[in-house]
């Protein structure tokens, strides 16, 4: 290992967050290139499956972490609880302000049909989203942080699989669409709303 | 108000409001059958009893009434009404259609969230203070930002003697036992009876404390007794002449120095 | 590597403290023996010299730590100037250590006329005051560092500013150490006239 990967290292060890390339040349007084080529002594280094501590690129930037062969250890040795699993209504929230970030509270109360407000105040909390000015209706928005990036193993935001994915394929929506249109005609006559 | 703790009673859906909408775009609740009116005379009902309006809360309101409307009218609208609109039964349905999609395409990206964070979890990140060293600025770099000036101001402060507490315009109140048995042997002898308010007139309150340890003083040596009816009502204070204290047991469970 | 040894490599990584022989066999429900020798696997991975991060052996245990080799860059990439104001207590003991030094810790509470414990120890943290021997009774004494005279602009302890301009009564001639330890104690105790 060269100086600078040796330096690399030991600033992904020191930094508490992700480092960008940027910081990691401006810090090292190298350039980009020698980084990244020092950032490939190190991946060698710290391959997937042989070592304790791996070289992850997460939230825009370099971090080393442990892998996941270690993770009953630590939870025994550090007794620091596991991040609580997102419900069902948490998930959701951070879905619509993942993909259609900024994002108001009406908006993504109208996409769940559900008012979201204690969803969205939990997520606030656990520091996954934050906010991020307001709408032009005086809405509070908000987008994802660099914790959420991190906490799921992004590199970064558009990291997160095309939206698209997850449409529902075309023979449920035609299963929908039928079953939708043989309850309007079942009602021939006019309701009152 | 929030919008979830608006309580619904229709006939078709008993609830919070904010589960209605929720229900229709899963299908469980039949727009069709739901009278939103009444969604809206509880709404208004439920802001008049409240007497204010929480701004985000009411947006969020009218988002969600505003969807269901608008989904219901146009699912309702008879084909020939639809002057210039033209509506196909199945663009009516259309517009339900396209929300109910668009809900499942975050319910399932949300289930993809859960999965990626649980695979997550085992990638612990390390967080640890920085090492000492590192957290002082270091000597090489370091310019004056502090003012010396402060220092010997800190230490002159320092150097200033507290004030002392004088206390010789507090009066201290002396009153003897003696004083106040003496006192009260002389009204004692002036009167068969008196009150023990009467015994005390215009004196402080540590004046009528010593003057009750003198009656207790007293009634120990046999030279007076009292009675007070009630607790807190007066006292009166006698000599021991024969007949009352035959009386005396009578009256003894209330007075303060009852044997 | 072996399994036992890359969990070792993580709970060191991730532990800020040095990690106990002991905890590290707890940790991995290991025997002592077996942990040693991940240990051994492990300090051939980090040899001195070669990598930016080093096994340690210290007092309490097993750490890892970064190599010299990175602090310039580390302070360049992390160390933001840690020179906050100082609060008043700070400032108190900052003063009394700079006028009297050496001064032990027992003088500085008696002078403040309230216990400095953490005031001193941030004072210490920050590197504007260090240990300087033991007074005889066993004291731990302090004197200034020369981060302080940096900090404060001061070409040499001799230049602290002259107290009396700021002093109650200039016209006392006593000591100033006697003074403010008489100043302290009358503090601490107010007396009655």
Redo the contacts between chains.
């Keep these: ?1 060269n ?1 600078l ?7 992904l ?4 967050e992700p ?1 960008s390339l940027e ?2 040349a ?4 190298s350039g980009e290139g020698e980084v990244l080529e020092a950032l490939a002594r190190l991946r060698e280094h710290y391959a997937d499956g ?5 070289l ?1 690129e997460v939230a825009g930037g370099f ?9 009953k ?2 939870r ?3 007794a620091r609880p ?2 609580p ?2 419900t ?1 209504a948490q ?2 929230c ?3 302000v ?2 259609l970030q900024p994002v108001s ?3 993504i ?7 979201s ?2 969803a969205t105040a939990t997520l606030l909390e656990r520091g996954l989203v934050e906010e991020s000015g307001r709408s032009r ?4 928005l908000y987008r994802t942080t660099e914790l959420f990036q ?4 992004l590199e970064a935001l558009d990291a997160l ?1 095309d ?1 698209s994915r ?3 394929t075309p023979e ?2 035609r299963d ?2 039928e ?3 043989k ?3 079942a ?2 006559e ?4 | 108000m ?3 703790s608006l309580d619904l009673d229709l006939e078709v859906f008993q609830g919070p409001f ?5 229900l ?2 899963r ?1 469980e609740v ?1 727009l ?2 739901v ?3 009444d969604v809206v005379v509880t709404y208004v009902d439920f802001l008049q009893d409240r007497g204010e309006i929480d ?3 009411a ?2 309101f009218l ?2 009434i505003a ?1 269901l ?1 608008e989904l ?2 146009r ?4 084909v020939e009404e639809t002057d210039g609109l033209e509506l196909e ?2 663009e ?2 259309d517009e ?2 396209a ?16 999965e ?13 203070p ?2 000492a060293h ?1 957290r002082r600025a270091s000597l090489e770099v370091a310019e004056a930002v502090y003012e010396p000036d402060r220092l010997a101001e800190a230490l002159g402060g320092l150097l200033r003697l507290p004030p002392q507490i004088d206390l010789h315009h507090l009066a201290r109140p002396r009153v003897s036992l003696e004083q106040r048995l003496a006192h009260v042997r002389t009204l004692l002898r002036k009167q068969a009876s008196f009150s023990f308010d009467d015994a005390v007139q215009g004196a402080d309150r540590m004046t009528e404390a010593v003057t009750l340890f003198a009656l207790l003083e007293l009634f120990k040596s046999g030279e007076a007794s009292w009675d007070q009816s009630e607790p807190f009502g007066p006292i009166t204070v006698r000599a021991p002449a024969g007949e009352e204290r035959s009386a005396g047991a009578g009256r003894a469970s209330t007075g303060p120095g009852s044997p």
Excluded: C
């Excluded at chain 1, 971090?63 to 993770?71: I, K, Q």
């Excluded at chain 2, 319910?107 to 969230?113: G, P, V």
């Design positions: 290992m100086e990967a040796r330096i690399t290292e030991a600033l060890f020191l930094s508490p480092v910081r990691l401006d810090a090292t007084e042989y070592r304790g501590v791996v992850r971090t080393l972490a442990t892998d996941p062969v270690a993770e250890a630590a025994r040795l550090l596991r991040t699993p997102l069902q998930a959701e951070l879905a619509i993942g993909y509270r009406p908006e109360a109208r996409i769940r049909g559900v008012a407000e204690s209706f005086g809405a509070v991190k906490l799921f193993g699989p939206v997850f449409d529902p449920d929506e929908l669409r079953r939708l249109l309850a309007g005609e009602r021939a006019p309701h009152q709303a | 929030s919008v979830a904010d589960l209605l909408l929720t229709v775009l299908e039949d069709l059958e009278e939103l009116a701004l985000e809360a947006t969020e988002v969600l969807a409307l219901k009218s699912m309702m609208l008879p039964p199945s009516a349905a339900l259609l929300r109910m999609l668009e809900y499942r395409r975050y319910r399932d990206a949300a289930a993809f969230l859960r990626r964070l649980t695979a997550e979890q085992g990638y612990r990140y390390r967080s640890a920085l090492p590192l």
